[in-house]
């Protein structure tokens, strides 16, 4: 038994008619994108793509951090009464942020205080006994066994008084972590207490975090681990300020590889009078590993088109547009990691008005 397939008139009619206008539409937007046989010769001026020694660089990601960050404790034991700062608030060396009701350790510093005066001046009497039991002894008007009491109290009595001093010390203490104060120069990121709380003496008051300079923090894939040095350049952007780049020089370089992720942590010093950059903040890192030789082409001959860099090249006569990927760029030059050669001419007059395919004078 055989079977046909058949296709109805009508069907195959429209389907000729779809093909048609496809073709159509391609041939059209060729056409938009070349210059017309009738269009006139452009008068340009080419240049030599030169060669530029650019910075070879390790595209990475990485987190700034504080250069110097504080959880600070109580390191005491009481209520709060203040609290002074407020989080983001900035602060000086020395700066009180909190105190605690140390009414209780003020007593014992008090008690701890009058033990020590009393220990030392059981210590001085001693003192002039035990010199009056020495002629004593000397004219035998004692027996040994009272010296040798005498002489053990003179040795142990000075060793009580240091030991109430130390104790009055640390009471005293005690008393003066009832404030606490910034250690460095920064801004205040966390605020953990508040006013009638009780804190004991590993309960976190605040945090600090100094601002100038920060650290970039990086990850380096243990193949490249051999480019980093110290002092290297590091250029990055942070997503608060698109299209400006931060920059910062290398100077912490782990000795050991994370074996979780298999890459070196380093650390860069960034700059940041202005306060514009904050811990926490995500970076996109240009790491410079070394340098290189790549064509360049002045910064006039590139037009932006569909979101593309873009030049013209003269080749047999005409004009060739060309998609390049751009490099570093030094001064009005700019490097062309893929699109151009070395021996290329490039159109360095302005290039939006040009087509591509047209005749060139």
Do not use: W
């Not at 000075?158 to 404030?179: E, H, I």
């Not at 990691?337 to 290329?344: K, T």
């Amino acid at each position: 038994m055989k079977m046909k397939f058949g296709v109805s008139r009508p069907l195959l009619a429209a389907g000729l008619l779809a093909l048609a206008g496809l073709s159509s539409c391609k041939h059209e937007v060729a056409e938009a994108r070349e210059a017309p046989s009738t269009a006139p010769a452009a008068n340009v001026r080419t240049a030599p793509a030169a060669a530029l020694a650019v910075p070879r660089t390790l595209r990475l990601t990485g987190t700034l951090r504080g250069n110097r960050e504080a959880d600070l404790a109580a390191n005491a034991s009481g209520r709060v009464l203040s609290v002074a700062v407020e989080r983001g608030q900035q602060v000086k060396p020395g700066q009180v942020l909190a105190t605690l009701d140390v009414r209780a350790a003020s007593l014992s510093a008090n008690e701890a205080r009058a033990q020590a005066d009393s220990a030392r001046a059981q210590e001085e009497q001693a003192r002039d006994e035990c010199s009056r039991y020495e002629k004593l002894m000397q004219r035998g008007a004692i027996s040994d066994l009272e010296y040798q009491q005498k002489v053990t109290q003179c040795k142990t009595l000075p060793l009580s008084a240091q030991a109430a001093s130390a104790r009055a010390a640390l009471a005293a203490q005690n008393v003066g972590d009832g404030v606490i104060r910034a250690p460095f120069a920064g801004i205040v990121a966390e605020r953990f207490v508040e006013v009638g709380q009780y804190v004991r003496q590993d309960s976190k008051i605040a945090t600090v975090v100094s601002l100038d300079p920060l650290r970039l923090e990086l990850g380096v894939p243990e193949a490249d681990v051999s480019k980093v040095s110290e002092g290297a350049d590091v250029s990055f952007g942070v997503s608060a300020y698109p299209g400006r780049r931060f920059t910062g020089k290398i100077r912490f370089i782990s000795g050991v590889v994370r074996s979780s992720t298999r890459d070196l942590v380093v650390e860069a010093l960034v700059p940041n009078p202005e306060r514009q950059l904050l811990p926490g903040m995500f970076a996109d890192i240009e790491l410079t590993v070394g340098s290189q030789t790549l064509p360049s082409v002045p910064r006039t001959s590139l037009v932006t088109r569909d979101e593309q860099s873009r030049l013209f090249v003269v080749a047999g006569g005409r004009l060739e547009e060309r998609v390049v990927a751009l490099g570093p760029s030094l001064g009005e030059r700019v490097a062309v990691l893929r699109g151009v050669s070395a021996e290329d001419a490039v159109v360095v007059s302005d290039p939006s008005q040009l087509l591509n395919g047209q005749r060139v004078e």
